[in-house]
């Protein structure tokens, strides 16, 4: 496997010295203490709380678009693609032309930028609108069409131009979540018109986004779905780099898993549709690994029989869901390649 050029090595910056945060932290817990001894201590601390916790959100979105962090997030970089990831969800119907002829649809809402033309700097209708389009849930769809390798190269770089360095939407833990996912069961075909320069790029995000990931910021409910995007990931980078990402994603999905998938095979959000989702997710994470002749963790193989028997057991009688929870009834082609495969 030829190993691609690196990355042009640029020297650590420098972290400022000094902790606002600490510094607020300590003053906060002497006036906690001091309040709890008064008839309004009660709603004094509440209020002091609420502020630390928007100060923390606050410093944790200032150090991820830090020039140190961003460092870190590059090291160490990735020198080839290993694993061939898929995703075996079936693409929408009528929606991979319209992507190639500009049309982005989601949720019956449309953005129509034109052939050609790119929707980065567009408004999106709606916020989840924008979260799938962020998410690039139009990706295995414009991929579905035969020789769309290049507009869809042509996107995803696009997307790194505009937000590759950091965003606090397009970076949050769900959009980054299915961001990675099918970035990494897409590697493959996106580096088909790559040029080395550019497939290099493609490493370099996907490997950059998938740490960003492991640093769990978000839902515990999503715990299980953040790792196996992260594990992915792993899987499709080849060398030192994959392994280190493969590794520490696998030891954080066990561990997720268990709180995730309950004994019964539902999910912990007790949604049908969350069940058949999360089961796509770990049965491309399997077949990666099978690729790369690694034994799956008996969590991975477990909560995959377990998944399976219940969305067999939600399935109804016209090969549906029942809509509960948040989720949707679902498309019965769809629940059937979640049973078994395409």
Known sequence: MARLPALPPNPPPEVPAGSALSAFKRRAARLIAA???????????TWIRA?????????????????PHRWLLGRPVPVGRAASPK???PPRPRQDKAILLGRFTFDGLVLEPGQG??????????????????????????LAVPDSERVALSLVLGWHAVFGRWNGFSWSAPVLERRVFNLACHIEALCVEASPAEQAVLLDTLARQARHLLLGDGSPVRAAEQACAAAL????LAGPPGDQLRTQALGKLEQALRATVLPDGGHASRSPEAVMELLFDLRALDEALAQLGREPPQALTRAIDRLAGALRFFTLADGRLPAMQGGEAGDPERIAAALHGR
């Open 35 to 45: 309040a709890r001894a008064s008839r309004r201590g009660e709603r004094l601390e």
């Open 51 to 67: 502020i630390g916790l928007s100060l923390r959100g606050q410093s944790r979105a200032e150090w991820a678009g830090s020039a």
């Open 87 to 89: 995703d075996l969800r």
């Open 117 to 142: 033309v790119e929707p980065w700097d567009l408004p999106s209708p709606s916020r989840d609108f924008a979260a799938a389009l962020h998410g690039m849930a139009w990706l295995p769809d414009l």
């Open 233 to 236: 990931a792993g899987c499709a």
